[in-house]
């Protein structure tokens, strides 16, 4: 079961990891063969299903959205916890408001994340 107390500094953390543009970092809080679901994969990694399956794929989903945005910056908002799963509020690029809900093995890594976004 996932503690209020453990998700906001796994929050905290991820968070102040996008922060410092630390890819290796962000992607330490995931397993090797995650999941993830976003409406700017097709954008950002050519994948019209929204959802990329392993930690290389990602990361170059990820470091290509680096590219597009140095000035990224994620400002933490709120946390919710479920039984092996969180959501992470967070204002992100460009002002959207974003949900990320992020699912956990038992060691405590992330094997799938879905990220919901205010607007285009």
């Known amino acids: 079961m996932i503690t209020h107390e453990w998700a906001n500094q796994f929050a905290r953390d991820w ?3 996008w ?7 962000v992607l330490a809080h995931y397993t ?4 993830m679901s976003s409406p700017y994969t097709a954008k950002f990694a050519g994948e019209p ?3 990329l399956r392993g930690r290389e794929r990602v990361r170059a989903y990820w470091q290509n ?15 919710f916890t479920g039984a092996d799963s969180i959501a992470i ?9 974003v949900v990320e809900v992020l699912f956990f ?16």
Do not use: C, M, W
């Open 19 to 25: 922060n410092a543009h630390d890819l290796d970092r």
């Open 15 to 17: 968070i102040d990891a």
């Open 32 to 35: 090797a063969d995650f999941e």
């Open 89 to 97: 509020h967070y204002r992100g690029v460009q002002g959207k408001q």
């Open 49 to 51: 299903s929204g959802t």
């Open 105 to 120: 093995d038992a060691t405590k890594k992330a094997y799938k994340a879905l990220a919901h976004y205010d607007r285009e």
């Open 65 to 79: 959205a680096l590219t597009q945005f140095p000035d990224l910056h994620f400002e933490l908002t709120g946390v």
